[in-house]
């Protein structure tokens, strides 16, 4: 059940098991060049093309922590949305991400505890139909209760 409704809030009493949400996004040099800034990581194989091209990869790569947070962005901004608490997340990377990659982040809910607040979902970011990383979230939705 894919459903790309415009952002907004879904509160704990409206999320249904299987409700998913996604967007897409192509990873551009600035990106990588801005997450290279914000977090620090200046490894050369995310930033020079020489260096990146005598490693496994064969070029240059996007940070794995830029591709998922797009995750971070569904889950922030869709499912559940504006007002989430993230409790924990954890990914596999599959496969690189290169500039110019169309990367598609999709987040499905697969249990909830209504009680507590809390969701866990599926989480995966494809390019072309596939997986290049996969993993699993926990989160706090936001509630009617507490408006």
Known sequence: MLD???RGTICIEDIEIGMSRSLRKIVTDRDIEMFA???TDHNP?????AYAQD????????????????ISA????????HGT????????????????D????VVTVTEMDISKRKVTMDTHCMIDGKKVLKGE???LAPSRKFD
């Open 102 to 105: 169309m990367v598609e982040a």
């Open 4 to 6: 790309n409704n415009p």
């Open 137 to 139: 979230a926990v989160v």
């Open 37 to 39: 800034e914000v977090s």
């Open 74 to 81: 569904v889950i922030g901004e869709q499912l559940p949305g």
């Open 45 to 49: 194989v995310h930033l020079d093309d």
């Open 55 to 70: 490693t496994i990869f064969e070029g240059r790569i996007a940070h794995g922590m830029l591709t998922a947070g797009l």
């Open 85 to 100: 608490v993230y409790l924990g997340q954890n990914l596999k990377f599959l496969a690189p991400v290169r500039p110019g």
